[in-house]
């Protein structure tokens, strides 16, 4: 006989065959590691943004390399805009076949880097 404590405890552990459900990142389309997770603010914080979603932290690091946080409260906090703009459309093209657990240093953009 067992315990209702442990009962529970059964009942609640997730089934060894079971793999929990892999999450997409919506700019390069490839499965997110959990070494490689990073949540994106679609509209910055300092925006007043609250809605967050998951990114390859290779993907979110290229996003804030290249745009301001007014950028991305204005045009770009969607994954679609995103995906829509020539530099990021290059990103992608030579990030998706990288393996999913590939991370490389980002720069700033010139643009963003003469600006201040």
Known sequence: MIGKIRQ????????A??????IM?????????????????????????????YLHRICHKQIHALF????LAQ????AQALREHPEMKKFIHWVENKP????????KSS???SSK
């Open 8 to 15: 529970k405890l059964i009942a609640q552990e997730v089934p």
């Open 17 to 22: 065959l079971q793999k929990p459900a892999e």
């Open 25 to 53: 990142c919506p700019i390069c389309d490839r499965p997110i590691p959990a070494s490689q997770r990073d949540a994106h603010h679609l509209i910055p914080k300092s925006k007043g943004g609250k809605t967050t979603e």
């Open 68 to 71: 301001t946080e007014t950028e």
């Open 75 to 78: 045009q770009y906090h969607h």
């Open 100 to 107: 999913d657990s590939f991370y490389e240093k980002t720069r």
């Open 111 to 113: 643009r963003l880097k």
